[in-house]
């Protein structure tokens, strides 16, 4: 788990340009859309109970986000996950929400349950939440949980037998044995809307071409963290940021990821 | 009423950080979250009918927009509209395209009966159409309506007991008895999709940190106008403007806000 | 055919102001009012089966596009088509991942059947897939078809009764006798998701103000791709480049059509 293995990752993408099956929230949906293109994968969002199995059938990763979710989404979250297992395509659950009403709380619960999850991807809050660490949610932020997050997370995932990242100031991935703390990232990403279902995309693109999923997952949050920095750099205001961190996302070279990842094992 | 005021309204969004929980359509709800963060406020979009309720139950303001409403939208909208009055926070609707369809007129109507609105924010013909003024409206832009903007909204906030706020390139906010004009703002916001929607995200962010809906409303126009006519100056097309109106937004400062506003008692 | 005639075209769009109604999806939804309004058209938004008809009964032009589809949509869209239809207004069908699924495909094919539809834009998959041609589309990209477009787009064209654009690094428009190559653009276009749908809203704003439906729609993709190739100058991500993109679609002068416009009649 190296940062030349995070820059081949890239590579990787960008010659497979694996398809990127998205049921996600009505806010971000464009977000999802242009930050896949951006690594260089194809996204593809469908969500009729009528073509889910068939368009995951098809696709190499599938990302469940549950931004904006309705009883009927979830459904079709539960066929297309299961779709996404019995073909061997890693699913990624962003649980956005759990802890702010019982419905998130509850449908994160129940797509853990039913569908083989590689990677669920929260807040500390959610993932707080849904580990009954004591998790508060406020809307969709986090306000924190009891506990120290890399135990909280790592027991989760441990018992739940998933990949668990825990994004923040520093993101956390953990699959109970393993641990590693991404410092890349800035401060304008939690500024505007959508970065964390944008992370969410970029974690399953990884995924897509690599099944250690503690190294994709690493991966993809110290990239999308590397391009931040670089846009932070450059502007000022959370929209003329938002079109420099999707650009150097878009732009990120081998080198630049090798040069600029701060990760560590714990 | 004064610059000062609608400057320091400003400091306790940003010291508060209420949460704004809006049901909206799906062609702006990006812009809506965004320009909720941009101003210092904390966005949630959710509309199941199974979460509504308890979401707006943790909430500083709700927001009530038609853009692309369903029946089973509508009936979250009440849902929800009525939880937020029994916790005593504002409820804003935006009735957009109020006048162009049946199903619009009469579900802003019905919203306005069956809960206790605050804030009715729409253009001209919109709130002409539900005050039986002549409003005429095509697609989602006013036509004009019948008579003075000023003398309709007045009697139509007095009838129903709303504050009234009427778009355009000046703005009209009135409770029935005060009224006040606000002259800021920019053509070019006429020219980008969702700013009438983005205002309507700012009137309840302000509405949240300030119980009397006339000054707040006032105040969430004045700062929205001034970031567009900041924008302006640097930019020449729609999607520059954009960029530059939310970095605008967010970067909005008291002595801007102080030197800039040009609003008027009536 | 002329580069004057489609200089011509814009100004009547600016002049009139046409009003485009559009069911569509929930990824580009905000692109395609953006770019709407950006030719000099007026964006609406409405799919609720209660006003759908009445909407559409006020409208210049339809845009039908699947990106997103469920069962209720299409069947909105089947109403609106066929209010359309009885209006003499224009339905563009843009099948975003027919050929993808069953479901996109046999919608696609139920609009085609039920609704006099003017013209019908897709990639080379997708236009294939619904001509029988072999297309393959892997989520909504095409991987081309079994033989040439140009051919196989004349053929359904002529059976149909339809004008066909297949968009591509040149795009073809035919209505089965007359074909025309356009071959503006650039490749920066294929990086950004939304612009395929753009364009549909594009031919249906040109659709609007002119009858003849290949002379209509080439004029858009001319206009279109000069507007592309003009935002490539002067940018090199994605995100910059879909602010320039939108810009110049805006700040589009018949001057820039007449000199830049790189079409042929095949």
Do not use: W
Not at 39 to 60: C, L, T
Request: hydrophobic share 45%; glycine share 10%.
């Amino acid at each position: 788990m190296t940062p030349q293995t995070f820059a081949s990752l890239i590579g990787e993408i960008r010659a497979k340009r694996p398809l990127i099956h998205h049921i996600t929230n009505s806010v971000t949906i464009n977000d999802c859309a242009n930050v896949t293109l951006s690594i260089g994968a194809a996204p593809v969002m469908a969500e009729a109970p009528e073509e889910v199995e068939e368009m995951v059938s098809g696709a190499d990763a599938l990302v469940l986000n549950l931004g904006t979710l309705s009883r009927n989404q979830v459904n079709s979250m539960l066929r297309a996950g299961r779709t996404a297992n019995s073909c061997g395509i890693p699913v990624i659950l962003d649980p956005v929400g759990a802890g702010a009403t019982r419905m998130r709380t509850e449908s994160a619960r129940l797509l853990i349950k039913r569908v083989r999850i590689s990677v669920l991807k929260g807040n500390a809050g959610e993932i707080g939440a849904l580990a009954n660490a004591g998790g508060r949610v406020r809307g969709v932020d986090s306000r924190g949980l009891d506990g120290d997050p890399l135990d909280i997370g790592k027991e989760f995932a441990r018992e739940s037998g998933l990949t668990v990242v825990i994004s923040g100031a520093k993101d956390i991935v953990t699959d109970g044995i393993r641990a590693a703390i991404v410092e890349n990232g800035h401060a304008m990403m939690g500024k505007l809307s959508g970065t964390g279902c944008m992370a969410a995309s970029l974690v399953a693109a990884f995924a897509a071409v690599c099944s250690d999923h503690v190294t994709s997952s690493t991966a993809a949050l110290a990239a999308f963290g590397i391009a931040g920095e670089r846009a932070a750099q450059k502007t000022s205001g959370p929209y003329s940021f938002r079109t420099a961190l999707m650009d150097e996302v878009a732009g990120l070279l081998p080198e630049d990821v090798i040069r600029q990842a701060r990760v560590r094992s714990v």
